[in-house]
């Protein structure tokens, strides 16, 4: 079955360490986008990208980055800049055409420790 | 500027008991406004797209309607698996999707 994989589940971050969340899908769509919820706040988005090799800062790109060199993969690195990083963190999908909504991952939880 | 609000923020409902969730909007032009569902801990799980005042959806025990200013979602005798957040989002002209801030059902038996 098609569908979007985020990894791992569950993230630990040190004060001060990067780390990269995993985001891939199979379902052949275009654009690939990065979310962030808190609790009591819609989803705000970080990054999206709707072509390989290409992506734009969302609403809340700073201290984050990503990068798309291939369809099927979407990886985002919460930088040390990140100075607030505990949160859920949604990775989504979705054809540029045909008006449809989008596919989004599992989450993955991060924690700073 | 684009905004999505979502009513109420948290509704306990008795089996059987029906009631509506709120979805307002005010974006420059509407190319769809979609209904997901969202267990804890996990991604939104897509329900429903509409696309133009009018139009209805159906899927089980769930109905969505669309205005040109809101959207309802009808929850017809919900049972405890309902249980959910139910966001709201919209797709203005353009590629991004403005997110409500959901509201949290809780179905009791």
């Known amino acids: 079955d098609g569908g979007i994989t985020q990894s791992p589940k569950y993230l630990f971050r040190k004060e001060g360490q990067n780390v990269t969340l995993s985001c891939e899908q199979n379902?052949?769509?275009?654009?690939m986008y990065w979310y962030r919820q808190d609790p009591g706040q819609g989803l705000r988005l970080i990054y999206y990208?709707?072509?390989?090799?290409?992506?734009q800062k969302g609403d809340i790109a700073e201290g984050y980055s990503v990068s798309r060199e291939k369809k099927e993969s979407f990886p985002l690195t919460v930088t040390s800049a990140q100075k607030n990083p505990t949160a859920f963190y949604l990775c989504?999908?979705?054809?540029?055409?045909?008006?449809?909504?989008?596919?989004f991952g599992s989450g993955t939880r991060l924690t700073v420790v | 500027e684009d905004q999505v609000t979502q009513s109420p923020e948290a509704l306990r409902l008795q089996e059987g008991e029906s009631s509506s969730l709120n979805c307002s909007y005010t974006?420059?032009?509407?190319?769809?406004l979609f209904w997901y569902r969202q267990d804890p801990g996990k991604g939104p799980e897509f329900l429903f797209t509409?696309?133009?005042a009018g139009e209805e959806k159906e899927k089980e025990r769930l109905k969505a309607t669309l205005t040109k200013k809101e959207s309802f979602l009808h929850i017809t005798a919900p049972k405890p698996e309902d249980s959910a957040t139910y966001l709201c989002?919209?797709?203005?002209?353009?590629?991004?999707?403005?997110f409500g801030t959901g509201t949290s059902l809780t179905v009791i038996p």
């Open positions: 989504a999908s979705r054809l540029n055409r045909g008006g449809k909504g989008y596919t």
């Open positions: 990208s709707q072509i390989v090799n290409d992506f």
């Open positions: 509409l696309y133009s």
């Open positions: 379902l052949n769509h275009d654009a």
């Open positions: 989002a919209v797709q203005p002209t353009g590629n991004q999707f403005y």
């Open positions: 974006v420059s032009g509407l190319r769809g």
